[in-house]
């Protein structure tokens, strides 16, 4: 009984004794630890964190030039097949099959909302290398043809193209929408 009057004593009139301090220990630090605890925690802002050491800098620069690689492919290699005209999505595809070019055009109506229905006026034209300066170039040829888009959800369209050149131009117009498009003749698979 009398240990367990002593020990409450003990707590409540001293106070607990630390044998290692807090102070003690940033006596033995740098300067510039010891400013840090002094000023308190500074939030550290993303590139300090990235650029702290040599391999996190190396890394976020890696990843960098790969995502700007990837997108200067997709830039210059793709070339966009789909097309939106009158609300309706058109998916165009030109091969080469024996010698003959042949346009390929499926037709798909939006899940919602209303879609233009009726005739599309289509030209196409090889594209022509540009002319050195000076000399005139005649205008290329250019094939028209005209479609009618119906109420159906999809519609495939061929089209078989006159022109041997392996890039075309190709001009939809509708009375109200017009788009254009460049693509690259594909082999046939």
Not at 12 to 23: I, K
Not at 57 to 68: D, E, K, M, Q, R
Not at 88 to 117: C, F, H, Q, S
Not at 177 to 187: A, F, G, H, I, N
Request: net charge positive; with cysteine; glycine share 4%.
């Amino acid at each position: 009984m009398e240990n367990d009057k002593e020990k409450d004593d003990w707590d409540l009139n001293n106070p607990p004794v630390f044998y290692y301090s807090r102070e003690r220990r940033l006596e033995r630090v740098s300067p510039e630890l010891r400013a840090f605890n002094e000023e308190g925690i500074e939030r550290r802002r993303f590139l300090n964190r990235i650029f702290v050491t040599k391999k996190n800098s190396v890394f976020f620069i890696a990843i960098l030039l790969l995502c700007v690689m990837v997108g200067m492919i997709f830039r210059l290699t793709g070339t966009d097949k789909n097309i939106g005209l009158g609300r309706n999505n058109l998916t165009v595809v030109i091969t080469r099959e024996d010698g003959v070019a042949i346009m390929e055009i499926v037709k798909n109506l939006p899940k919602k909302g209303e879609a233009y229905l009726g005739a599309v006026d289509i030209a196409v034209s090889p594209v022509m290398p540009k002319s050195k300066e000076g000399e005139v170039m005649e205008l290329p040829p250019v094939f028209s043809h005209r479609i009618i888009f119906t109420p159906a959800v999809s519609e495939s369209y061929i089209i078989s193209l006159p022109f041997e050149e392996n890039e075309v131009f190709v001009v939809f117009r509708t009375a109200n929408d017009q788009k254009s498009q460049k693509l690259r003749v594909e082999k046939a698979k």
